[in-house]
RNA sequence: GGUUCUGUAGCUCAGUUGGUAGAGCACGGCACUGAAAAUGCCGGUGUCGCCAGUUCAAUUCUGGCCGGAACCA
C-alpha cells in the first residue's frame, strides 16, 4: 500500500508548520486537507501560509478555485487520491495536512460517491416533519442515522431517493477499509490554551486586514451566500456589512464559534480516524515515529 | 454615620405563598458519505454570602454580621 502521513488535528495547533518541516525533511510534498484555503482570496480568515512559507515546499489544493464556486468532498477525495499517486510516483512523500476531518477520512477510506447530476433541490415547500414522514416510506433506514431536526441530512436523503430512485443508505458501501498505509499524526494541546490561542490568533487575524480582505471579496461580486463565506471568520462578517453588529462583536463571535468548531472537530478525529496525538513541541519525536513507520 | 436596595452556576440574572433550585451565555460530550470551518443532538454546572432564631423542614421568614450599589449627611 502506498504511504500517506497525515497531520491533522483542531484548528491553530500548528499543522501547517508541522507539515512543511516534515516535508523538507523527509522529501514530502504537502495536499492541503482544508475546506477553505481551496478558495482563492480567503487567505487571512482561512490562516492560509504566506506565499513565501508555501514557496518552501511544493503545496497542493490552496488557491484553486474562485470564491463563487462550489466544493465538495467528493471533488476532495478524486484530487487528493490523485495527487497521493502523483507524488508517490515521484518518489516523494505524500503527506496530508488539514483539519477537515471528513475529507480525509474519504480520501484514506474506501467511501463511495456515486455520479449525480444537479444540485439538490431544497425543497421550501416541505417541512422536516413532512420530509421525515416521506423518507419513513422510501428510506427508513437512513432515518436511523438522521435526527428528525436535522434539516440538510433530511434533505439530503430525500433528493438522492428522488435523484436515484435508489435509498440514501444504500450509498453507504463503505465498509471502513483504508486504502492506504497512512499515518495519520494528531496535534494537541491543554483545551484552556488552545482557546487563549484561537483568541489571539482572532485578534491577529483583524490586524492583518481581515475586515478589508472580506471587503475586497464583496467587492468582486462574492456574497455571503457562498459556500467560501460560510467558513468561521467570513459568515460573521455579513452582519458587520449589514450594519447589524459592531466588528467587535463579529470578532467576538468568531472566537465562541472556533471553539465550538474546536470540540467537534475532536469529536471527529477521536471516533473516524485512528489518530496519534502529540504536542506541537515535540516535533523530533514526532519525526521519529514517522521515520520508524516509513521503514517498515 | 443614616436610609433604601442587594448578595442564587464561571458570568448576567430568574425563582421557591417554607419541602435544598432554573434560563441564556460560557463549559463538557456525541452523531456524521456530496455545504463538513457545514448540519444537528445530549449534558451537568451550585455549601442559594456567613452565623444564629422560628419550624418536622429555611435558599425562601426573623435577627445579627460581612460584602456590594444608590441616595442623604
Not at 144 to 171: D, T, W
Not at 202 to 229: H, K, P, T, Y
Request: a negative charge; glycine letters at 6%.
Amino acid at each position: 500500500m502506498q504511504k500517506v502521513l497525515v497531520i491533522s488535528g483542531p484548528t491553530a495547533t500548528g499543522k501547517s508548520d508541522l507539515a512543511r518541516y516534515l516535508a523538507k525533511e523527509l522529501n514530502g510534498e504537502i495536499i492541503s486537507g482544508d475546506s477553505i484555503q481551496v478558495y482563492r482570496g480567503l487567505d487571512i480568515g482561512s490562516a492560509k501560509e504566506t506565499e513565501a512559507e508555501q514557496a518552501e515546499v511544493p503545496h497542493h489544493l490552496i488557491d484553486i478555485l474562485d470564491p463563487q464556486q462550489r466544493y465538495s468532498v467528493k471533488d476532495f477525495q478524486l484530487q487528493s487520491r490523485r495527487l497521493i499517486a502523483e507524488i508517490s510516483a515521484r518518489g516523494r512523500l505524500p503527506i496530508i495536512a488539514g483539519g477537515t476531518g471528513l475529507y480525509i477520512r474519504a480520501c484514506l477510506y474506501d467511501y463511495v460517491f456515486e455520479e449525480e447530476e444537479g444540485e439538490d433541490d431544497p425543497c421550501p415547500a416541505l417541512s422536516n416533519q413532512e420530509l421525515y414522514q416521506r423518507l419513513q416510506e422510501l428510506d427508513p433506514r437512513a432515518l436511523e442515522k438522521i435526527h428528525p431536526n436535522n434539516r440538510k441530512r433530511l434533505l439530503r436523503a430525500y433528493n438522492v431517493c428522488q435523484k436515484s430512485g435508489m435509498p440514501f443508505s444504500a450509498n453507504d458501501k463503505a465498509k471502513g477499509e483504508p486504502l492506504y498505509d497512512a499515518l495519520i499524526i494528531g496535534l494537541t494541546m491543554e483545551r484552556e490554551e488552545l482557546y487563549a490561542r484561537i483568541d489571539r490568533r482572532v485578534e491577529a487575524m483583524a490586524a492583518a486586514g481581515l475586515r478589508e480582505e472580506i471587503a475586497g471579496l464583496l467587492q468582486q461580486g462574492v456574497d455571503f451566500s457562498c459556500q467560501s463565506m460560510q467558513g468561521i471568520g467570513y459568515k460573521e462578517y455579513k452582519e458587520y456589512f449589514s450594519g447589524e453588529k459592531s466588528e467587535e462583536e463579529c470578532l467576538q463571535l468568531i472566537k465562541s464559534h472556533t471553539h465550538h468548531f474546536v470540540k467537534r472537530q475532536y469529536t471527529w478525529f477521536r471516533h473516524q480516524l485512528n489518530v496519534s496525538w502529540h504536542e506541537p513541541q515535540e516535533r523530533e519525536k514526532i519525526r521519529q515515529e514517522v521515520e520508524t513507520w516509513l521503514k517498515n
